[in-house]
């Protein structure tokens, strides 16, 4: 079946913009995950959601950063007024509740200049 | 405070060598371990788990890992290396008596087969 998918891959904006980052889970995966990897380090947990709801966002940054799955699907990241900082690779996984293993998407890569 | 610790950064190894790409980890509670390897331009990759039950876990591309309690190490191994092995590893660890799902994962190791 189809895996986790993010959109857009690359995306290159211009310090100060606002960028909204998306994930697609596995289909009746009901825990989504976003996590931030910096080039050679390994990823950094930022936020999760079981269902839509939010259950922890002690790993974002700042109020900069915000996260949503209204409908326990779909998932937007959102950074507002992208600082250089935030270049980076995205990665969102999925999980079944009772599972515990993650699948992880492609990622995107940000660039902020 | 949970943390996962990779302490080469790069494994160099000779194709039909023996691998091992080493993890040691801290939890407070039982601990899931986990290992994923990415390739260039590629997402992470699952290749295999601990959450109970027998210490050697078997994964995917025959690759396995040995759970070691007392030295809460959880090292990933091959028996013969092959050239396409040549990718960067994570080793991944979270508190299974937790109710946070979230990785911690280590720094990566990069793993050089060469022919």
């Known amino acids: 079946g189809a895996g986790v998918s993010q959109s857009p891959r690359y995306k290159v904006t211009k310090r100060g913009q606002d960028v909204a980052l998306r994930c697609d889970p596995i289909?009746?995966?009901?825990?989504l995950y976003w996590y931030r990897q910096a080039l050679g380090q390994g990823p950094e947990f930022l936020t999760y959601f079981n269902y839509e709801a939010q259950q922890d966002k002690s790993g974002l940054p700042n109020d900069r950063f915000s996260a949503e799955r209204p409908e326990g699907s779909i998932s937007t990241l959102t950074i507002q007024r992208t600082e250089q900082r935030d270049s980076a690779m995205y990665r969102c996984?999925?999980?079944?509740?009772?599972?515990?293993?993650?699948?992880f998407g492609p990622g995107t890569r940000l660039l902020v200049l | 405070a949970q943390s996962v610790a990779q302490p080469e950064d790069q494994v160099n190894v000779a194709e039909g060598n023996p691998l091992t790409v080493k993890c040691t980890y801290s939890v407070s509670g039982n601990p899931y371990l986990f290992w994923y390897v990415q390739y260039p331009n590629r997402g992470l990759q699952f290749l295999l788990k601990y959450i109970t039950g027998d210490n050697l876990v078997k994964g995917s591309y025959g690759f396995e890992a040995e759970f070691n309690k007392s030295q809460t190490s959880f090292h990933l191994k091959k028996p013969s290396a092959l050239v396409s092995d040549s990718a960067l590893y994570f080793c991944a660890v979270r508190d299974g008596g937790g109710s946070q799902g979230n990785l911690i994962f280590g720094k990566g190791t990069k793993l050089s087969v060469k022919p």
């Open positions: 996984a999925s999980s079944s509740l009772l599972q515990e293993t993650q699948y």
């Open positions: 289909s009746g995966h009901v825990s």
